[in-house]
């Protein structure tokens, strides 16, 4: 089993930047990627952006490229999302998540999640 735990979530002013970070612990050398996805009110949990554990390799979702890093430190067994030039509809829970697996942007893709952070961006 690994366990996830993220923080880092808030509210900040449009334009504005967080920084969110998830701890995994446990199992923690079966994980090959993690993940970020995240869910507003009244919509279905959505694919923000992953990193392949060994290598580094990111992917993030078009709504957030250029605005979103994700980052690991492995010997922490960390993974941060970097988030800048926040806007209102990036307002919703963020979750981690991490697979076995190969990445993908599909819930069923991740096995373990974290229990989420709430962001809210004011305009």
């Known amino acids: 089993q690994v366990q996830l735990v993220e923080s880092g979530g808030g509210l900040v002013q449009a334009g504005g930047s967080l920084r969110l970070s998830c701890a995994a612990s446990g199992r923690t050398f079966s994980v090959y990627a993690m993940g970020w996805f995240r869910q507003a009110p009244g919509k279905e949990r959505e694919f923000v952006a992953a990193?392949?554990?060994?290598?580094?390799?990111?992917y993030n979702a078009d709504s957030v490229k250029g605005r979103f890093t994700i980052s690991s430190d492995n010997a922490k067994n960390t993974v941060s999302l970097q988030m800048n030039s926040l806007k209102p509809e990036d307002t919703a829970v963020y979750y981690c998540?991490?697979?076995?697996?190969?990445w993908g942007t599909g819930e069923n893709e991740y096995l373990y999640w974290g229990q989420g952070t709430q962001v809210t961006v004011s305009s």
């Open positions: 998540a991490a697979t076995p697996g190969n």
């Open positions: 990193i392949v554990r060994s290598g580094g390799n990111t």
